[in-house]
């Protein structure tokens, strides 16, 4: 549980200028060492670069400087084997239903029949969405398509799984039941987790590690321990250090979270 | 200039010259079309000349008329309709198919009705235009916000101070849409029931120019039509752009 | 409010509304102008089974065919080519908008000089009136494509090929399809407009025909053919329109 799954050495990332507006210093440069089977989270203020980070991790674009190296190999633009993507939008393929959906996560990868059919079968009941199999996602409630989306991720048996904000649409109390969930699915498939979110208690209640980050070009201010034991779910907001962990996130966080507001406010 | 204005003029600019290059090396004969600087000429001298102004001032005012039948009685009914749920949900299937029927088809009959005069012509424009202000109202109006109108409740406004204040203005994107589509379609109704068959008119007259061979007329009404319409259809949209920009709708 | 004013009940009131006010203004205008919906459907009845219609019917409908075919083919080509390169489309979709709100009726004129009269000119006519729309839709939805999910193809490491059979067909085809149908009804209309001027042949040609005959019996019947015709497909298509677009 202690080897480096993900490494991010001096990492910058820079939007060359474009017709919409100037040159852009997005993020970095960057420190970062990501422990294998941990989950690890990242806070930070509005367009701090959380996500372009997660970008650089899946392979969805490259470093302006520095490296990113995962398993030890350098990530070049290229989406490495491995590595699942969960997004905030909804990336449910409406056309086909949700076994089909969450099938298309096996393209490539399985060939043979019998087994595709086993694996889809194990995540959709993995995601509690056996009655739905053969529904379409227009049928389906906000969180429970981002449930296919995470078993079309998990499907492919992935050993890094990055989350964009993926409550992110959802309402408070379906986040927290979803955030049990991601709990739970850490458990059983030993997956590395880096989840990016804004909501602080969520980053708490579910990391075991989370860093902080600065308002924009990101760089990462705090790294917290919270040491919650690793079977826990969302009643560890009951733990005497949960109380902590959230001030302190929040400490590192308001002042760059008020030079962003600043920023927009005076921002054209 | 920017990009894409550059790449509209390249295409169009395009289009003339090479129509010009294959008029004037003979691979488009000239009985079939004149070169376009040649078209060009026809078209002022047909306009200094006046000989025309009368067919282009009754089309364009048959097209007004239209027009004005269709948007008027069309955002009548669309309002009327929007209140009565029973009868919209009834007509619906025709509004749905309306714009697959061959409105042209009725011209022969409404002839033999009406006689050869104006009235075919006008009505054949009214009844294309007017299906699609209704549906344009109906679509602006289920789309005004119920917290509009809670807000609109709460101030005290009556029914009329409620349409004027707070409807109308906000259907107003919707409206200008309404009159864009019904001029559109008021414009190709006269004009094509024209030159199907009438004795006057631009359409008659590109008719009448086409059997006697006369390229030097058809060719610039053609050029003129075109211009109409797009200019027309450019203008509206425009204005219909701005507004819609204005809600952050575009 | 109960009793389920269901779209096929309402389209039943709807024609019966129709044949009604239809009789009514017969019983108004009388047989100077006008024929009932009885005589009408009885007339056409006979034309059905009379021998000099069909060849007019058939020249109608194989025009129709071919420039549906041309329509389909070239407007889906222009859709999918301007689509899928942003700034040819910005930059050519408000000038197709533009051409589809010109009469293209006098564009004929042009047509005819260009490929004399008969089955070609008409084609032509008629494959003019379908492109634009079914190219429009169809940049529309290439354009329209959420990019969520081609992100996701990407993520999940799809070939350009497979991105394009597996992503972007299925997300553009209902858009696609309601281009399709709508490029349909307007190719029909341009076909049977481009009869009505200077053609010999072809339902267009049997309307114009009768005016000259004062045959009013002809006049309502290929009218009403023309009119069940169109709206039972227009009906179908749209039908399979909603259907699409209800699972995406």
Known sequence: MSSPHVTLRGVSKRFPASAGGNAVHALGPVDLEIRKGEFFAIVGPSGCGKSTLLELIAGLTSASEGSVDFEGKPIANEIPDGVGVVFQEDACFPWLSVRDNVAFGLRNIVADDAEKSHRVGAAIAMMGLTDFTTSYPSQLSGGMRQRVCIARTLVAQPRLILLDEPFGALDQQTRLLMGDEVLRLWRETGATVFLITHALDEAAMLADRIAVMSARPGKVIDLVETNWPRERDSRIVEHPNFGAVTSRLWKALRDESMKTMGRMSSSP | MNRVRLYQVGVIGGFVLLLEALCVGGVIDKITMPPPHRIAIDFVKLFLSARLWPEIAKSMGNVVLSFVLAYVAGIAIGTLLHAHRVARDTLDPLFATYYAIPVFAFYPLFIVMFGLGDGPQVLIGFLLAIVAVIVTTLNGLDRVPEVLRKTARIARLGPLQTAIKVTLPFCAPYLLTAAKLALAYAFIGVIGSEFIMARNGMGYEIGYAYTNFDNATMYPLILLILLLSILMNSGLSHWEKLLLARRGLR | ?248
């Open chain 3, 1 to 248: 409010m109960r009793g389920a004013r269901t779209p096929a009940r309402n389209t039943l009131v709807l024609i019966a509304g129709i044949f009604v006010l239809w009789e009514l203004a017969y019983l108004a205008v009388g047989d100077v102008a006008l024929r009932s919906p009885l005589q009408t459907l009885r007339f056409t009845g006979g034309l059905l089974q009379s021998d000099y219609f069909w060849p007019h019917l058939a020249n109608t409908m194989q025009a129709f065919g071919i420039a549906l075919a041309i329509a389909l083919t070239v407007g889906l080509a222009i859709g999918f080519a301007l689509g899928l390169h942003r700034l040819s489309a910005e930059a050519m979709e408000p000038m197709l908008v533009a051409l589809y709100s010109i009469p293209k009726i006098t564009l004929y004129p042009i047509l005819l000089l260009t490929f004399g009269l008969g089955m070609s000119a008409k084609v032509a006519f008629g494959a003019i009136h379908g492109i634009i729309p079914v190219a429009l839709f169809t940049l529309s939805a290439v354009r329209g494509i959420r990019p969520i999910l081609l992100k996701t193809g990407r993520v999940l490491k799809l070939s350009p090929s497979a991105m394009v059979r597996t992503i972007l067909f299925p997300a553009a085809v209902p858009e696609i399809f309601t281009g399709i149908r709508v490029g349909f009804s307007l190719t029909l209309i341009g076909t049977v407009l481009g009869e009505m001027f200077a053609a010999q042949h072809g339902l267009g040609y049997l309307l114009m025909n009768a005016i000259g005959l004062y045959n009013i019996d002809v006049i309502m019947s290929v009218t009403f053919l023309l009119v069940v015709f169109a709206s039972a497909v227009n009906g179908v298509l749209l039908a399979i329109d909603r259907r699409l677009h209800f699972r995406a």
